[in-house]
């Protein structure tokens, strides 16, 4: 490929040409781009003009820039509007919709800024240069489309911008911070806008109120300083003018890892190396690789994961000031944990005890793998109520599954041994377990004994009988000083006649 330079702003950048598909089993096409851009932007801007034999972004930027220009030479615009947008994307600061690219003004035309372009190694972020931008954005959008209303501009990457700033996404520093990044962007789009509008009736600019951020200096008074401006130019031209458009594409071709205002997953790219905003974010902190290396031997949690929720709370609080927003993410659905199951054998080992618990007959059942360990238990009661007996085998379920999935049998022992409900004393057809207190008591007592050999467990204490309902007697004084009520007479046990 010929080297082609169309503008002045392509000027010392070195490129070089490499071979790009939009997907795997597309055919390739040679691309000749920036050389720090690497294979993820060539392979964008191969999607974003399809079917080409070979695309010099110079050349390919120029086709849609030279017919903005000369309808902005017409229109009598005095600014070097084609310089300006070949400079603006040059740099990675921004890029205009996949259709201007493709010379077709259809559907709601958009452009895209890059924060971080606007940023330098020094955390000086250039506001006149984004004041420009947002401005030169509108007039080109507008001379490329004049008959849109509606204008989708916004930003990508969020989420390395903040990591540059050393903000964590999930905070209000963050939050505060797009919010007036955003405000500053959409005053100077009105601002524009109400510019081109002529004699139109045009739409009615309002502005919000600006929460309070300290990050970027001087970006509050800023913003306040063009939201005055704004009010003052009228109406504008255009109905909307933010918005997130879905164009992975476009993003890529800025460098975008992560799209519009979206948290990052992971640190680590999809080959297993360190991102670019993980990167940024040690370089944040002051922290070199090994160090960093260091700290994550050490255990250390340097890239604390984003809490779910942290995506939807940024979409809210850009709701209010954009009007194309993506669908507000909803809370992911927590991914089950596989639980490992050991089945027990077809046919297996184990005894059947034959009991009675305080007069109440009880079969303790067992079922063994083939190591002797056991696996499940059955309890059968013989004459108790029907509620009781089904409690019992949900319960005989319950630890069947937790047996067969791991958990320790000494858990067992120790939470159920010692439980305290009727049925419950003298033990009989057990000499290992002359008392229980209760028929979970039992069972665990006898599968210590015969699984565990824990066979010096504390002897089983039974409690009197409870007297509650003894009548004369629960109506005794609590207290010396307090005087026993007399019993209400009992009514004469007679027919009466009811007239």
Request: charged share 20%; net charge neutral; aromatic share 6%.
């Amino acid at each position: 490929m010929g080297q082609i330079r169309t503008d002045k702003s392509w000027h010392g950048i070195k490129q070089t040409a490499t071979a790009a598909a939009a997907d795997p089993d597309s055919a390739s096409t040679a691309v000749k781009l920036p050389a720090s851009w690497g294979q993820e932007a060539a392979n964008a801007l191969a999607a974003i003009l399809p079917g080409r034999k070979s695309i010099d972004i110079a050349a390919a930027a120029e086709s849609w820039i030279a017919p903005i220009a000369a309808r902005g030479t017409t229109a009598g615009l005095r600014e070097e509007i084609g310089t300006a947008l070949h400079g603006l994307l040059a740099a990675r600061r921004g890029s205009p919709s996949a259709d201007i690219w493709r010379n077709k003004a259809a559907g709601q035309p958009g452009f895209v800024f890059n924060f971080s372009a606007f940023l330098d190694e020094s955390g000086s972020f250039d506001l006149s240069g984004l004041e420009k931008a947002a401005r030169l954005a509108v007039t080109a959008l507008t001379l490329a489309a004049p008959s849109a209303q509606r204008l989708n501009i916004g930003f990508t990457d969020l989420n390395l911008f903040l990591a540059r700033l050393g903000l964590d996404y999930d905070s209000a520093e963050a939050r505060n911070l797009a919010v007036t990044l955003t405000a500053y962007i959409s005053a100077q789009v009105d601002i524009a806008s109400a510019a081109l509008r002529g004699a139109a009736p045009g739409y009615p600019i309002t502005v919000t109120t600006l929460p309070e951020s300290g990050v970027l200096p001087g970006l509050k008074s800023a913003t306040k300083s063009a939201q005055e401006e704004a009010l003052r130019s009228g109406n504008r031209r255009h109905e909307s003018l933010l918005g997130f458009a879905a164009e992975p594409e476009i993003e890529a071709l800025l460098g975008a890892e992560v799209l519009n205002f979206a948290p990052a997953l992971s640190p680590l790219t999809g080959d297993g190396g360190l991102s670019l905003w993980a990167g940024q974010a040690l370089a944040a902190k002051g922290l070199s690789a090994e160090a960093a290396l260091a700290k994550a031997l050490s255990g250390e949690m340097l890239f604390p994961l984003t809490r779910p929720a942290a995506h939807a709370a940024m979409h809210d609080a850009l709701a209010p000031l954009v009007a194309a927003m993506p669908t507000r993410p909803a809370a992911p659905v927590p991914v089950r944990r596989k639980s490992v199951r050991e089945p027990l054998p077809a046919r297996r080992s184990g005894y059947t005890q034959k009991v009675s618990v305080g007069g109440h007959k009880l079969f303790l059942s067992t079922g063994e793998y083939a190591n002797g360990q056991l696996g499940e238990i059955f309890v059968a009661l013989h004459k108790e109520g029907s509620a009781f007996r089904g409690l019992m085998d949900a319960f005989a379920i319950a630890i069947s599954i937790g047996l067969q999935h791991g958990v320790n049998l000494e858990d067992y022992v120790e939470a159920f041994t010692f439980t305290r409900f009727g049925p419950s004393g003298a033990v009989e057809g057990d000499a290992a377990v002359p008392a229980a207190t209760s028929m979970l008591d039992y069972v665990f007592r006898n599968l210590a004994v015969n699984y565990l050999g824990q066979t010096n467990l504390a002897p089983a204490t039974v409690d009197p009988a409870d007297t509650v309902g003894d009548g004369a007697a629960d109506r005794a004084p609590l207290l010396p000083l307090d005087l026993p009520t007399p019993a209400p007479r009992e009514r004469r046990k007679a027919l009466k006649l009811v007239s």
